[in-house]
């Protein structure tokens, strides 16, 4: 008994040891443990992302020479679009033991300069045709000997491919050959076709500095230490333009080995290379990007050194955090556990006064929210309990006087009958056979049934005002199995006999007509009273489309309740509409869907 006792007196700090206990190996470990895996997944996040920036300087690569030799290719293909360059060429071709003419050559000349001037990049450009004439632009640039022979020519004549990228080669010079070094270009070929049989009947050729190849690889290189090696379709190399050393030439060609066997690792005189390769689509170009995997590792000792440093950095500082933290939640427990102890005794007046984002405190501030809830729910019970008394007596008195009257009036219709006073017997029963259908308990009846407790409330009527109302039911019998919610027509017929008849001295009439259009049962009640304004007719429908809410407020019946019946029971595509009458009164038109079977 006595451990027992001093258990509760150190139940806090008791708590707050187990606490204490529980959360520092589970601390320590984790932190020893993630700072393990976060250096090994920074340094593979590094290296991953170090060979992603590889890929994408490789792929970026591509893209800038796609660039290029899309805009050479539209240049190749201007020829096709100038009828005087394919007029001189199908000429020549058809007739190839003819020789150049002034006259062509000038046209040829201002043809081809036309291409050359839209990128200065361009060293030449060559037209070749099916005959035995050449021309190049400028002319100190010899055209290919033998051209036919080519592969690259029977390509694109011979078969149905009709541009051809050249890889790098040296450029024929017939001027000045031995004062300046050849150039390096590659080229670009395009297909010339007859313009009335589409036959190919020669080429033009547009010869690019190689020197733009050099300038796209410097642009999307950067700073970095990566190297650029092309190759076209046929792993022949097209960048670098010439091997310098055997040294060069050798990993130029293991590259290509490499790259033939889909390899990303090459290691080459004891150094370890990654290698990132994209094939365009547009040239069929390998662009190879080769980066020494030291380089790509480079940081990783830097990250070993900041996660062991960080690592004891925050064991230091979680320790630290760790006793306010025990202490604060301990604090916090107790109090939430006292105050649960005083609910238990009955007393809900407390509130946990704690503030902030924590469990605990979340915990205290649905306890406030479940005691307020308690004391809630102990008042609304004890509310709801004087009401349910009340309303029993209620209807216990409803159901009393209604009874009452329904039967005194049965009373007065058996005395008026024996007096002989036919009139008051009448009134009588029908003002009984009015009570005896309000009072029934269902929500929706027939409108045979309907019609009937409206020729009572009619005949009522017609006793008052005699000869000032005139009235009319024009419903088919057979719509009377036809189902509408009980009081409907009656409190509508009242509204225009009230409103529209009984202003006028002379009276008026009233109709009500029921029938079917496109499969829906249409009830209309239309008087020929005092009418209304367009604003008061404005007014009157647009406060029809109010919500069931405001028709649940409604403390009378009227069209408000009517129209909020109509769409609760059959949907808010149906109910009633309101218009100024062709009788100078006012037309109110019902829209139901037809029911034969009371289900709705």
């Given at each position: 008994?006595m451990?027992?006792?001093?258990?509760?007196?150190d139940?806090?700090l008791?708590?707050?040891?187990?606490?204490?206990?529980?959360?520092f190996?589970?601390?320590?470990?984790?932190?020893?443990?993630?700072?393990?895996?976060?250096?090994?997944v920074s340094?593979?996040?590094?290296?991953?992302r170090?060979?992603?920036?590889?890929?994408?300087?490789?792929?970026l690569?591509?893209?800038?020479?796609?660039?290029?030799?899309?805009q050479?290719?539209?240049?190749?293909?201007?020829?096709?679009?100038?009828?005087?360059?394919?007029?001189?060429?199908?000429?020549?071709?058809?007739?190839?033991?003819?020789q150049?003419?002034i006259?062509?050559?000038?046209?040829?000349?201002?043809?081809?300069?036309?291409?050359?001037?839209?990128?200065?990049?361009?060293?030449?450009?060559?037209?070749?045709t099916?005959?035995?004439?050449?021309?190049?632009?400028?002319?100190?640039?010899?055209?290919?000997?033998?051209?036919?022979?080519?592969?690259?020519?029977?390509?694109?004549?011979?078969?149905?491919?009709?541009?051809?990228?050249?890889?790098t080669?040296?450029?024929?010079?017939?001027?000045?050959?031995?004062?300046?070094?050849?150039?390096?270009?590659?080229?670009?070929?395009?297909?010339?076709?007859n313009?009335?049989t589409?036959?190919?009947?020669?080429v033009?050729?547009?010869?690019?500095?190689?020197?733009?190849l050099?300038?796209t690889?410097?642009?999307?290189?950067?700073?970095?230490?990566?190297?650029?090696l092309?190759?076209?379709?046929?792993?022949?190399?097209?960048?670098?333009?010439?091997?310098?050393?055997?040294?060069?030439?050798?990993?130029?060609n293991?590259?290509?080995?490499?790259?033939?066997?889909?390899?990303?690792?090459?290691?080459?005189?004891?150094?370890?290379?990654?290698?990132?390769?994209?094939?365009?689509?547009?040239?069929?170009?390998?662009?190879?990007?080769?980066?020494?995997?030291?380089?790509?590792?480079?940081?990783?000792?830097?990250?070993t050194?900041?996660?062991?440093?960080?690592?004891a950095?925050?064991?230091?500082?979680?320790?630290?955090l760790?006793?306010?933290?025990?202490?604060?939640?301990?604090?916090?427990?107790?109090?939430?556990?006292?105050?649960?102890?005083?609910?238990?005794?009955?007393?809900?007046?407390?509130?946990?006064?704690?503030?902030?984002?924590?469990e605990?405190?979340?915990?205290?501030?649905?306890?406030?929210?479940?005691?307020?809830?308690?004391?809630?729910?102990?008042?609304?019970?004890?509310?709801?309990?004087?009401?349910?008394?009340?309303a029993?007596?209620a209807?216990?008195?409803?159901?009393?006087?209604?009874?009452?009257?329904?039967?005194t009036l049965?009373?007065?219709q058996?005395?008026?009958?024996?007096e002989?006073?036919?009139?008051?017997?009448?009134?009588?029963y029908?003002?009984?056979?009015?009570?005896?259908?309000?009072?029934?308990?269902?929500?929706?009846?027939?409108?045979?049934?309907?019609?009937?407790h409206?020729?009572?409330?009619?005949?009522?009527m017609?006793?008052?005002?005699?000869?000032?109302?005139?009235?009319?039911?024009?419903?088919?019998?057979?719509?009377?199995n036809?189902?509408?919610?009980?009081?409907?027509?009656?409190?509508?017929?009242?509204?225009?006999?009230?409103?529209?008849?009984?202003?006028?001295?002379?009276?008026?009439?009233?109709?009500?007509?029921?029938?079917?259009?496109?499969?829906?049962?249409i009830?209309?009640?239309?008087?020929?009273?005092?009418?209304?304004?367009?604003?008061?007719?404005?007014?009157?429908?647009?406060?029809?489309?109010y919500?069931?809410?405001f028709?649940?407020?409604?403390?009378?019946?009227?069209m408000?309740?009517?129209?909020?019946?109509?769409?609760?029971?059959?949907?808010?595509?149906?109910g009633?509409?309101?218009?100024?009458?062709e009788?100078?009164?006012?037309?109110?038109?019902?829209?139901?869907?037809i029911?034969?079977?009371?289900?709705?």
């Amino acid at each position: 008994m006595m451990l027992h006792i001093s258990l509760r007196h150190d139940g806090i700090l008791l708590f707050r040891t187990q606490l204490f206990l529980l959360l520092f190996p589970l601390i320590i470990v984790p932190v020893l443990v993630v700072g393990l895996i976060s250096y090994a997944v920074s340094a593979q996040a590094l290296q991953n992302r170090s060979t992603a920036t590889v890929d994408s300087i490789s792929t970026l690569l591509n893209q800038n020479m796609d660039t290029t030799l899309h805009q050479m290719t539209q240049l190749a293909q201007m020829s096709l679009y100038n009828p005087k360059l394919l007029r001189i060429v199908t000429d020549y071709t058809q007739h190839p033991e003819r020789q150049l003419s002034i006259n062509d050559t000038v046209q040829l000349r201002d043809a081809l300069n036309q291409i050359m001037i839209e990128d200065n990049s361009i060293v030449s450009v060559d037209v070749y045709t099916e005959g035995q004439v050449t021309f190049s632009q400028p002319v100190q640039y010899s055209v290919l000997p033998a051209w036919k022979q080519q592969a690259w020519y029977n390509r694109v004549t011979q078969t149905a491919t009709r541009t051809v990228f050249l890889p790098t080669h040296q450029l024929p010079s017939d001027m000045m050959e031995r004062l300046r070094p050849r150039i390096s270009v590659f080229s670009i070929v395009q297909t010339l076709v007859n313009l009335d049989t589409l036959q190919p009947v020669g080429v033009v050729v547009i010869n690019v500095d190689a020197r733009t190849l050099e300038q796209t690889i410097s642009n999307s290189q950067g700073a970095t230490d990566t190297k650029f090696l092309i190759y076209d379709e046929k792993q022949q190399p097209v960048y670098p333009l010439v091997a310098t050393s055997e040294k060069d030439l050798n990993i130029t060609n293991a590259v290509s080995h490499a790259i033939q066997h889909k390899q990303q690792q090459l290691n080459w005189e004891q150094t370890d290379y990654f290698l990132s390769s994209n094939t365009s689509l547009l040239s069929r170009w390998t662009v190879v990007a080769l980066v020494p995997t030291q380089s790509l590792l480079r940081d990783i000792d830097g990250i070993t050194r900041t996660t062991f440093i960080v690592s004891a950095l925050v064991l230091v500082c979680t320790l630290f955090l760790l006793f306010f933290f025990v202490n604060g939640v301990s604090s916090q427990v107790t109090l939430l556990r006292q105050l649960m102890q005083k609910v238990e005794r009955g007393n809900l007046d407390i509130q946990f006064q704690h503030r902030g984002k924590s469990e605990i405190i979340i915990l205290g501030q649905s306890f406030n929210r479940m005691v307020e809830q308690l004391r809630q729910l102990i008042q609304d019970k004890y509310e709801a309990q004087l009401q349910r008394q009340r309303a029993e007596l209620a209807a216990l008195q409803s159901q009393l006087n209604p009874h009452f009257l329904y039967n005194t009036l049965s009373t007065f219709q058996m005395l008026a009958i024996s007096e002989g006073n036919d009139a008051l017997a009448e009134m009588s029963y029908a003002l009984g056979q009015m009570m005896r259908y309000s009072l029934a308990a269902e929500e929706i009846g027939m409108l045979g049934r309907e019609v009937e407790h409206l020729q009572n409330f009619l005949l009522l009527m017609k006793f008052r005002f005699n000869d000032r109302l005139h009235y009319r039911i024009d419903i088919a019998e057979e719509l009377y199995n036809c189902f509408l919610p009980r009081l409907t027509l009656q409190p509508l017929v009242e509204n225009a006999i009230y409103h529209g008849i009984d202003p006028r001295i002379e009276g008026g009439s009233v109709i009500v007509r029921g029938f079917v259009q496109e499969d829906l049962l249409i009830l209309e009640i239309d008087d020929d009273g005092v009418g209304m304004t367009e604003e008061v007719e404005r007014r009157l429908q647009a406060s029809l489309s109010y919500d069931a809410n405001f028709v649940r407020r409604s403390k009378h019946i009227g069209m408000l309740n009517i129209q909020g019946q109509l769409q609760r029971i059959f949907g808010p595509d149906y109910g009633l509409s309101v218009s100024r009458g062709e009788r100078s009164g006012v037309t109110v038109r019902i829209r139901v869907p037809i029911t034969r079977d009371g289900v709705v």
